[in-house]
């Protein structure tokens, strides 16, 4: 049973970025290789304008245990800190992102362990070099707990049902390797690092011909310093026309309440388009972000991707950014490619 692969379909035009499999007997694993330049050239504060290059790999890795169940890894190596200056490949830290146990009963799979529940796609599949930025604020990783995922047909709509009951990894998974960031705590804080599993999240992915769709809530639980749980919900559409060529359009809302576990609301906007133009995908998207008690973030951006040579892509953005304050503008080399 291949659940998420009815709803990739309607996404191509978002995610180009090749990657490598390789199978040895019950060992299945992916990797994507990313170096990327972002020069933030242009700001109202000039301790801001800094160059950051760096490299993202990331591996999907599956051991078959019999026809039905797998152990998952998703191993990831990235800056471990944000740039105050100038650098060139420093901060690097190796993680896991995911390490969990999988078992297909047919009419529905079981996740245990260490793993990314599902609400919302955004902070994924959002078009170009920087198209994502805002909506990662709310995509949930490194979660420790289970997850069940039910797939159902409804008309002629293929979906999706995912219900995953979590809390923060504290374990030694959630420290990392060369840069290190350091265990996990309880004292640390933050919505879902509780002592048990006591955080929810509930999404529905599915997809019709050339339309996909996603809603998800979440009910994440307080954390050490925070003052109340947050609650949110998610809706996501994607469609692709045909207008001579594929244009591929993409939107997105989230809303929550009691936000990062204090009494602030608030609000993500995505919406991102992408068509082919000769060997050229060109992209555009626009975020916003609005958490009471701040001023609105808007983010614009614009991005090309072609192939360079089989496997390897090339990829330059234009980002323009009002985060607080600060008007900002950055532009964005990306290589990607498999090896």
Partial sequence: MKILAPLTGAL???STSPTLALEYGPLTAEFTVEIENDSLFESTDPANEISDTYTTIESAITLAIGASSSLNASLVLEPITDATRDRAFEDHGLYAEELYFSHDFGGAALQLGKFNPAFGVAWDEAPGIFGADFAEDYELTEQLGGAVLVPFDLGASVNVLSVAVFHADRTILSDSLGRVRGQNNISAGGVANTDGPESIAAAINGA???TTYNVGIQRLARGAGDTHDQTGAVLGLTHTYDLGRPVALLSEIAYFTDFGGTSASAQYGTVGVAAPFGPVTVSGTYSNRDVSGARTDHLASISGEMELAPGLFGSLGYR???????????IGTLITYEF
Avoid at 320 to 330: F, L, M
């Fill in 208 to 210: 019709i011909g050339e």
């Fill in 12 to 14: 191509a035009l978002f």
């Fill in 320 to 330: 323009w950014a009002r985060e607080g304050t600060d008007k900002n503008q950055t």
